[in-house]
């Protein structure tokens, strides 16, 4: 049997199991087949009903950063908080069903493209603003769900997550496979200027981008990629989200590349969340450094031959793009 | 010195034919990964152009901020003696001759790298 085959086989008897029904899987076609994860869309029948749904699937357990049913927790916890995120059927730890374990979610129609998001505002130059805004909302609602109630296993980062990122980057800084006196310099000043602890920790889903939301003609539909959510500071989201690199060359439009920062805090503070441009400042300034050490540690796991690929090479060569955006953050730290 | 065509005219041609006859011909991840290779091959074909040029700018630049003499010196070797200074911290003075420098130096290695990234300052982001 062919590995297709033998998905199409494993998710049907393993829904068919969790729902005590006769299912068949149809269409079954892979979105996206990365070293960490594949997602597989499909149609599952259930009672002459059609169900469009998508498993996530984990291919080598070694390499998942968080048990799969903590990751499906964290979009269950979203989706609980009134954030857009996919519903989650049915969590397999068991491998022996599509050769690893997954989730099972909702197919949520729309794009994720980050090119093909931003053609749809070519379309309806009104969506940007409304796409920032509901970004805005839907990490409040994020936001303003107790951690306490999130899943026991998720990642924390102390009681100061401005201090612990910090110690985490600056090591990341260190091992660096060439000395990076741009990247020394920032982190100079991002320690220098670090706001005091947030006024209150929050579960933050850590790669909320243009990239990993769905949308669609009326807006935001789901956020995507919770392998990462851990409890930290709130404006941490914020942040990362309007770095540079997720702009699609679209600068001047600070969100995403869709919209304006005004927009986004906007709909942050509608939504019961409270906008701290300083600290927001600083968490775009540290994302920023963040993704520049991460291009460098894809070059790395290159040229190290742990993951070698041709696109991990040119990640290297990237590097530069987020040191000039770092450096040009922090002028105001250097050139009053 | 080897024959026409230089290491840059070839590295033009790699990344044509990359660009066009193999990403057409190709899809999936194999096309990304064609187009990532041309556009590699675009960056070396400028790297063979101005990185001489660039590397010696880089060095004068760091020994600049550094206070010391250029000649003889190598851009790695000077950059872990920055980072070094850097890192033991306290040197405002240090810092502020060093943003300008490393800024200059950034702006040579976008030209080859990534041409037109420093059009954008981020002023707007700033008020």
């Known amino acids: ?336 | 010195m080897q024959d026409r065509p230089t290491a840059s005219e070839l590295l033009a041609s790699i990344a044509d034919l990359l660009e066009q006859e193999l990403l057409a011909a190709t899809q999936g991840p194999l096309q990304h990964a064609a187009r990532v290779a041309g556009s590699l091959c675009r960056i070396l074909e400028r790297e063979a152009r101005l990185g001489a040029a660039q590397e010696a700018r880089e060095i004068e630049v760091l020994a600049g901020v550094l206070g010391e003499p250029a000649g003889g010196r190598d851009a790695l070797t000077l950059s872990e003696t920055l980072v070094h200074r850097l890192d033991t911290g306290g040197d405002a003075a240090l810092e502020r001759r060093a943003w300008p420098a490393l800024v200059e130096i950034l702006r040579g290695k976008l030209a080859i790298a990534k041409p037109g990234h420093d059009a954008w300052d981020f002023t707007a982001e700033l008020e």
């Open chain 1, 1 to 336: 049997m062919n590995p297709f085959e033998q998905v199409r086989e494993g998710l049907a008897a393993f829904l068919a199991k969790e729902w005590g029904a006769t299912v068949e899987v149809e269409n079954l076609s892979i979105a996206s087949a990365g070293a960490r994860r594949r997602n597989v869309l499909f149609d599952a029948l259930r009672d002459g009903e059609r169900i469009p749904l998508v498993a996530t699937i984990i291919p080598n357990a070694a390499v998942q950063i968080m048990p799969i049913e903590v990751e499906a927790s964290h979009l269950r916890f979203a989706e609980a908080a009134g954030m857009p995120a996919p519903h989650v059927h049915a969590v397999c730890e068991d491998a022996s069903f599509v050769g690893g374990p997954f989730f099972v979610t909702t197919r949520v129609a729309g794009e994720t493209i980050p090119r093909q998001v931003l053609r749809l505002l070519e379309k309806d130059p009104a969506l940007g603003p409304r796409l920032a805004r509901q970004c805005g909302e839907a990490l409040a609602r994020l936001h303003a769900a107790d951690p306490a109630r999130a899943h026991p296993r998720i990642a924390l980062a102390g009681s100061d997550p401005i201090e612990a990122t910090l110690r985490a980057v600056e090591a990341l800084v260190r091992e660096l496979l060439q000395p990076s006196p741009a990247f020394t310099l920032a982190l100079r000043a991002l320690e220098r200027e670090r706001p005091p602890p947030p006024a209150r920790l929050a579960v933050v889903h850590g790669d909320f981008r243009n990239g990993n939301l769905i949308v669609g003609p009326d807006g935001l539909r789901a956020a995507l990629d919770w392998e990462i959510c851990h409890v930290g500071d709130p404006m941490e989201d914020l942040g990362w989200l309007c770095q540079r690199m997720w702009r699609f060359r679209n600068d001047a439009l600070e969100v995403g590349g869709f919209g304006a920062r005004a927009d986004l805090a906007a709909g942050y503070e509608a939504a019961g969340g409270r906008f701290e441009p300083v600290r927001f400042h600083w968490w775009k300034t540290m994302s920023t450094l963040r993704w520049g050490l991460g291009l460098a540690g894809q070059a790395k796991a290159h040229l190290d031959g742990s993951v070698p690929s041709i696109v991990m090479a040119a990640s290297g060569r990237r590097v530069a793009e987020l040191e000039w955006d770092v450096l040009m953050l922090l002028r105001r730290s250097f050139a009053p």
